[in-house]
Nanobody
């Protein structure tokens, strides 16, 4: 079993930055794809970004050029650097570790973008 714990959320003004972290209980990201998802009130959970164990990244169109996903060399922590934040980025952000066998999810961290 693997535990994922997100941190780094909070309240930020439009145009500001936050960095989310996802700490895994073991070096899972050496073999699992890490993803960040978000869910805004009244909306479905959506994919924000992913990074494979080989380092290939994908981003939702809405965050391209503003967000950067990465994994630490230790392979047990992932990050989501979020710049130029907009009110529409407000959501609960979830960390995910994915393989063809199973998925693990964190409990989520709230990001609120508001003046």
């Amino acid at each position: 079993q693997v535990q994922l714990v997100e941190s780094g959320g909070g309240l930020v003004q439009p145009g500001g930055s936050l960095r989310l972290s996802c700490a895994a209980s073991r070096s899972i990201f050496s073999i699992y794809t890490m993803g960040w998802y978000r869910q805004a009130p009244g909306k479905q959970r959506e994919l924000v970004a992913t990074i494979t164990s080989g380092g290939t990244t994908t981003y939702a169109d809405s965050v391209k050029g503003r967000f950067t996903i990465s994994v630490a060399n230790t392979k047990n922590t992932g990050y989501l650097q979020m710049n130029s934040l907009k009110p529409e980025d407000t959501a609960i952000y979830y960390c995910n570790a994915h393989s063809i066998v199973r998925d693990y999810w964190g409990q989520g961290t709230q990001v609120t973008v508001s003046s």
